[in-house]
Structures are given as structure tokens and as C-alpha cells.
T-cell receptor
Framework: TQLLEQSPQFLSIQEGENLTVYCNSS?????LQWYRQEPGEGPVLLVT?????EVKKLKRLTFQFGDARKDSSLHITAAQPGDTGLYLC??????????FGSGTQLTVLP | GAVVSQHPSWVICKSGTSVKIECRSL??????MFWYRQFPKQSLMLMAT?????????EQGVEKDKFLINHASLTLSTLTVTSAHPEDSSFYIC??????????FGPGTRLTVT
């Protein structure tokens, strides 16, 4: 069974601060996705990383896939209240199934 | 592109009745769809994988006779919760796979069983 450990589980910061969320596993994934989910809604895909060592940037968000494709990180620069939400990493394995991390609930205070 | 819809967005039903939830990929064909369950402030738990034209594959611990899944076309999968009980109350989310890597999620259905 592939498991993804996500940390931290909860994060409350002030507007303008930087933060990093980590997603770790002992298993290798063919790709890894990051999603953001708001209450009462489905997750929205932010990015997919496929190649070991890959770095992708989406405005103030930077995503990195580990060289061994077992871990990933999400870094947010100058967080804003609009960044508040549940961030989920998910690793793609066989049969197109995703293994989800436990999630990081981010709250950015104005 | 890659829009997935779910209907209804919320439903309240009485204990013992059945409820059907629809999941549609609006602008792409999805040979594979997935059904998840999510409890408050928790991550998504995969219930089953639905492949068009074949039987769904259920995860361990998920009762296939209680959660009936039908994937009759490349754009529609349905989840029927049969003989619902209060413990079935949850947020049910479907997703559709467009590529081997990515899944696109519906907005979810909030089920409350009274």
C-alpha cells in the first residue's frame, strides 16, 4: 500500500509570510499532483509534476518533485488570505488511481 | 476544459431509502472515473474505480452491494447509496481521468441521512 505523509496538518500564518508544505512517501510515484480544496467544494488541480527534480511555478506557488519521485513540496511566497484552503498532494500509481496525503489546512490571516 | 459536474449538490433522505448521485465529464471523455468519500476536515478516501462498460473495482472495506456504481457511457458514472443510514452521511466526490496522470474533480455531493 502506498502512503503519503503530508506536513504540517494545520498551518495558520499572517498575510505576507512564506510557507512550505511537505509531502513524503517511501514509494515511488509516476507523477504527483497538488490540489486545493475549499469547504463544500471538490479539489481543484493546481499542478502535476512528472519528472524527478522538476520544479514548477504558478505565480506565488512553487512546486518541486523530489529527485527520486518519492516526495514533493509546495512553497507559497507572500501568502494572502485568498490562499486559505485545504492543500492536498496526491501520488499517481497503477490503474490511474491517486493516493492522497492527509492534507494541510492553511489559514492566512489578514 | 476538463470540467466535471455532479448532481445533486446536496441531498437529504430518510433512513432506508436509496439515493443516486450522477457524475458527468462535460467536455472530455473519461474511460475511468473515481468515487471518493470525505469526512469533515479529512482527506479523500477512494471508494471505487469505475471503468466504462465494466464492473467497478471497490476498495477494501467498501460494500459493493451498498454503493452501486454504474459507468454506462464515457461521460457519465452514477453512485447509488442503497438503504441509506445516518452513518452514510458524508461528502461524496467523483473525479474523471483525462490522462494517465491527472484527475479532475466534481464539486461534490453532500448527503445527509435522517
Amino acid at each position: 500500500t502506498q502512503l503519503l505523509e503530508q506536513s504540517p496538518q494545520f498551518l495558520s500564518i499572517q498575510e505576507g509570510e512564506n510557507l512550505t508544505v511537505y509531502c513524503n512517501s517511501s514509494s515511488v510515484f509516476s507523477s504527483l499532483q497538488w490540489y486545493r480544496q475549499e469547504p463544500g467544494e471538490g479539489p481543484v488541480l493546481l499542478v502535476t509534476v512528472v519528472t524527478g527534480g522538476e520544479v514548477k511555478k504558478l505565480k506565488r506557488l512553487t512546486f518541486q518533485f523530489g529527485d527520486a519521485r518519492k516526495d514533493s513540496s509546495l512553497h507559497i511566497t507572500a501568502a494572502q488570505p485568498g490562499d486559505t484552503g485545504l492543500y492536498l498532494c496526491a501520488g499517481a500509481g497503477s490503474a490511474r488511481q491517486l493516493t492522497f496525503g492527509s492534507g494541510t489546512q492553511l489559514t492566512v490571516l489578514p | 476544459g476538463a470540467v466535471v459536474s455532479q448532481h445533486p449538490s446536496w441531498v437529504i433522505c430518510k433512513s432506508g431509502t436509496s439515493v443516486k448521485i450522477e457524475c458527468r465529464s462535460l467536455d472530455f471523455q473519461a474511460t475511468t472515473m473515481f468515487w471518493y468519500r470525505q469526512f469533515p476536515k479529512q482527506s479523500l478516501m477512494l471508494m471505487a474505480t469505475s471503468n466504462e462498460g465494466s464492473k467497478a473495482t471497490y476498495e477494501q472495506g467498501v460494500e459493493k452491494d451498498k454503493f452501486l456504481i454504474n459507468h454506462a457511457s464515457l461521460t457519465l458514472s452514477t453512485l447509488t447509496v442503497t438503504s441509506a443510514h445516518p452513518e452514510d452521511s458524508s461528502f461524496y466526490i467523483c473525479s474523471a481521468s483525462r490522462t494517465a496522470y491527472e484527475q479532475y474533480f466534481g464539486p461534490g455531493t453532500r448527503l445527509t441521512v435522517t
